[in-house]
């Protein structure tokens, strides 16, 4: 039971295993243990860690700088020596003590599910480890520092809630269940999130709540690992350097007294579209006179207007859209259109003339492109006053023609004008000569995010190619 650990930390510890070796030409003693811990679906977890030690095999001043792997639902975390490379920016790069366990994947409906947390259980073996460890090896003991994914996430951020005095930071991606605080944090905190993660809502409310406190959250969204299989949960390489540099500039904020966080921690963070993504899941409604952009490559050439939302495109689809562009050469801006723009079209021609205004785009071709309702807008703002600098529109299921004349691209249509591309996922209607089109089969072949990746890969290679 937990509460024996307590009293005796060390004895609990069963079939130990250790030993001092060489990892590129450095001492480190990397060791495992059982321990039983009676939780129905974990019985028993493996413990596994690693401490850069001396030539005597002494830990070194910094080992007390502890970190602990908080591993996904049904992840051997004992195995991170092996299979989670990054952590070596850890206990290789900065010369910390890891630690991590096995966790069985378990029910989210069981009391002491690895999922759930909220009865504490877990927070409890965690720290008993770092108390057996400290023990054992005469290391100095300290508030420790969390990382985690997913599950891993929610331990991450619900031990830091919970537990203030034992945790220095803690830093995770894609958790999915927080606890709600009643104090400001005193642990410095990462909440990250890939776009599309079922997790990104959660931690929104979350970090609202701590900041509702007066607490302070570094919240961010980040591309996710496996953009072509839409996998939305695994992070990305940008979340894993995010989660190092954090952890380490409060590793050496608490040592040397340094800035926090770091110059380099800022320089990773200006690259998330902080403010495309804010504008599309905190929405003010209406037009914002804020301009969505997505971070641009050094040697962008161009800009693109994305419109878009009356629609059924996934959020991380859209945003996968977007860094298509941007990896394509382009400024993409993102515009969420909502119902205040069928009754005021007329706002969506003061979105156009702000991109037109901006004077450090005054030299680069402008490319208008949108999907649904939200592009049919968007090509009528052009059509209406064209600019020359607009060199094309493309439009994913817009209306070519309407009841209403306020909406119709018909009514405002004129063969020597901008050229119109126009792409359907079900079949076209007769369109005037001068106008191009593409139409997509609903079939077993395409659903609607193929036709919408299949959407940005035109605007993306049009675009190429016309610049040419």
């Known amino acids: 039971m ?28 990397v060791g495992e243990f059982q321990v039983r811990i009676g939780f129905p679906e974990t019985p028993t977890t493996q413990v596994s860690y690693v401490i850069p030690v001396d030539g005597e095999g002494r830990p070194l001043p910094a080992a007390s700088n502890m970190v602990f792997y908080a591993p996904f639902n049904g992840e051997d975390g004992s195995t991170f020596l092996a299979n989670r490379g990054w952590l070596g920016a850890f206990w290789f790069e900065n010369n910390c003590t890891v630690f991590s366990m ?40 300290r508030p420790f520092f969390v990382v985690g994914e997913s599950a891993g996430g929610n331990l991450a951020g619900q031990m830091a809630t919970a537990m203030p005095e034992r945790i220095a930071a803690a830093a995770w991606c894609g958790a999915t269940n927080l606890a709600k605080p ?13 776009w599309g993660c079922p997790g990104m809502i959660p931690t929104l409310e979350a970090v609202r709540w701590q900041r509702e406190v007066g607490g302070e959250v570094w919240h961010g969204i980040t591309p996710p690992h496996f953009r072509e299989l839409r996998n939305y949960h695994a992070p990305g390489e940008i979340a894993y350097l995010l989660i190092q540099q954090f952890i380490i500039d409060a590793m050496r904020s608490r040592e040397m007294g340094v800035e926090f ?21 905190q929405p003010k409604g209406g037009v914002s006179d804020e301009l969505l952009v997505y971070p641009p490559l050094p040697d962008a ?69 949108g999907s649904g309702m939200a592009g049919q807008l968007a090509a009528l703002a052009v059509l209406r006053q064209p600019d ?41 209607p007769d369109l005037p000569e001068g106008i191009t ?32």
Request: glycine share 6%; with cysteine.
């Open 301 to 369: 050439n161009r800009v693109i207007l994305l419109a878009g939302g009356m629609d059924h495109i996934g959020f991380g689809s859209r945003m996968d859209g977007l860094l298509r562009l941007a990896e394509a050469g382009a400024i993409p801006i993102s515009l969420p259109v909502d119902e205040h723009y069928l009754e005021h079209p007329e706002q969506m021609e003061l979105q156009l003339k702000q991109v037109l205004e901006r004077p450090e785009w005054a030299a680069l071709p402008i490319y208008v492109a």
């Open 388 to 428: 020359q600098r607009i060199k094309r529109i493309i439009t994913l299921d817009a209306e070519f023609d309407s009841p209403f004349p306020h909406l119709s691209l018909a009514a405002a249509w004129k063969n020597d004008l901008i050229p119109l591309h126009m792409m359907f996922s079900h079949n076209w």
């Open 102 to 141: 096995f966790v069985k994947i378990n029910p989210q409906g069981f009391r002491h599910s690895y999922g759930n947390y909220l009865g504490g259980e877990w927070f409890e073996v965690v720290c008993a480890v770092q108390d057996h460890l400290c023990t054992e090896f005469e290391i100095e003991k």
């Open 2 to 29: 937990v509460w024996c650990w307590r009293s005796e930390p060390w004895k609990w510890a069963r079939r130990e295993q250790r030993e001092v070796r060489l990892i590129s030409g450095r001492p480190f003693l």
């Open 261 to 281: 966080p770091s110059p380099e921690f800022l320089m990773l963070w200006q690259t998330l579209p902080q403010t495309v993504t804010d504008g599309w899941l």
């Open 437 to 468: 089109s593409t139409v997509f089969a609903m079939d077993e072949k395409y659903d609607g995010d193929d036709i919408w990746n299949a959407f940005i890969a035109e605007v993306a290679r049009e675009e190429t190619s016309s610049d040419k």
């Open 182 to 194: 009643a104090k400001p944090n005193r642990s410095k905190l990462l909440a990250l999130n890939t």
